[in-house]
């Protein structure tokens, strides 16, 4: 069973640093791209990036460029999006979802259960 | 970016009717490979996206087949035969021909 599990939430102030976890079970890890969600209180979703863990090659919005760092560690299936000094607006749930990426499909398939980042004074 | 518009933006619908969500892309979502990489995703309150549909009509496995999508290009439809109590949450379609890939802005269903 493809499973993601994330890091659990976290409370932190304006300027300080982050990376929350995102680990994956039960497929190839290292050969099926992933990528961050973001969803603001009471908003859609927005697409952050995606990351190939066996090359870690890394694709971003440009929104979110400079913002935040996509990164992986295939030797413990975990993908990570870390900030170097968050902000108020920072404030969201963040999703990992796999993303199969090829003729056949390139969508998020599995979705981890989300991390919720409150940035807060 | 290509942009995802959905409409309507809230869809209160009867038990038992259909329903229909139209998503429109600002540019052609047909790949080089001649794919069209469109999907729908359901999230119900509290719990994270669901894939339901991708490449415009193939239904992921579970999902029940009174979901169904059609379109083609820019213009897509995901129609729901006879809407029951458990399809209540927010539908977005979302594009994964181009980088960067996007969603649209969701659309509400919910029961009259």
């Known amino acids: 069973e493809v499973q993601l599990v994330q890091s659990g939430a976290e409370v932190k102030k304006p300027g300080e640093s982050l990376k929350i976890s995102c680990k994956g079970s039960?497929?190839?890890?290292?050969?099926?791209?992933i990528g961050w969600v973001r969803q603001m209180p009471g908003k859609g979703l927005e697409w952050m990036g995606i990351?190939?863990?066996?090359?870690?090659?890394?694709v971003y919005s440009p929104s979110f460029q400079g913002q935040v760092t996509i990164s992986v560690d295939k030797s413990i299936s975990t993908a990570y999006l870390e900030w170097s000094s968050l902000k108020a607006s920072d404030t969201a749930i963040y999703y990992c979802?796999?993303?199969?990426?090829?003729?056949?499909?390139?969508?998020?398939?599995?979705w981890g259960q989300g991390t919720l980042v409150t940035v807060s004074s | 970016d290509i942009v995802m518009t959905q409409t309507p933006l809230s869809s209160p619908v009867t038990l038992g009717q259909p329903a229909s969500i139209s998503c429109r892309s600002s540019q052609s979502l047909v790949h080089s490979d001649g794919n069209t990489y469109l999907s729908w995703l359901r999230q119900r309150p509290g719990q994270p996206p669901r894939l339901l549909i991708y490449?415009?009509?193939n239904r992921v496995s579970g999902v029940p087949d009174r979901f169904s999508g059609s379109g083609a290009g820019t213009d897509f439809t995901l129609k729901i035969s006879r809407v029951e109590a458990e399809d209540v949450g927010v539908y977005y379609c979302m594009q994964g021909t181009q980088l960067p890939f996007t969603f649209g802005p969701g659309t509400r269903v919910d029961i009259k």
């Open positions: 039960g497929y190839s890890f290292s050969t099926h791209w």
């Open positions: 990351i190939y863990p066996d090359d870690s090659q890394s």
């Open positions: 490449k415009i009509s």
């Open positions: 979802a796999r993303h199969p990426w090829s003729s056949t499909w390139s969508t998020f398939d599995y």
